[in-house]
Nanobody, 125 residues
C-alpha cells in the first residue's frame, strides 16, 4: 500500500526555520519523483519544490528560491523540505506528492498519483 506521511509542520516566527519530512512507504524513491505543494486558505494549491527520481534534479517556485531546499534520504525513503527565512505568506498546509517517473511540468498537481494528508505551517509573530 502506497502511503506518504508528512511531518514537521508547526508555528514559527517570521525569519524562523522548519524542516518538513515526507516519509514514503509501499514504494521506493528510486522510481518516484516527489513534489511539495502548499495551499493557503482561499487560494489554489501551488507547487513549491520538486526532486526528480531520474537524476535527483530539483526545482523551486520563484517565491521560495534561495530559502527552501529539497533533499532525499534514500536510506530512509524520505524527502525533506528545509524551509529557512520563513515569511507570513508561507503559511499554508504543505503536502508531498509522488509521481512514478518524471513529472512534467513538475508544478502541475495532476501529474502526481499519490498524496499525503498534509501538515500545517503557520508563520506568525
Amino acid at each position: 500500500q502506497v502511503q506518504l506521511v508528512e511531518s514537521g509542520g508547526g508555528l514559527v516566527q517570521p525569519g524562523g526555520s522548519l524542516n518538513l519530512s515526507c516519509a514514503a512507504s509501499g514504494f521506493t524513491l528510486e522510481h518516484y519523483s516527489i513534489g511539495w505543494f502548499r495551499q493557503a486558505p482561499g487560494k489554489e494549491r501551488e507547487g513549491v519544490s520538486y526532486v526528480s527520481q531520474s537524476d535527483g534534479s530539483t526545482h523551486y517556485a520563484d517565491s521560495v528560491k534561495g530559502r527552501f531546499t529539497i533533499s532525499r534520504d534514500m536510506a530512509k525513503n524520505t524527502v525533506h523540505l528545509q524551509m529557512n527565512s520563513l515569511k507570513p505568506e508561507d503559511t499554508a498546509v504543505y503536502y508531498c506528492a509522488a509521481d512514478r517517473g518524471v513529472a512534467f511540468p513538475w508544478y502541475w498537481e495532476y501529474e502526481y498519483e499519490y498524496w499525503g494528508q498534509g501538515t500545517q505551517v503557520t508563520v506568525s509573530s
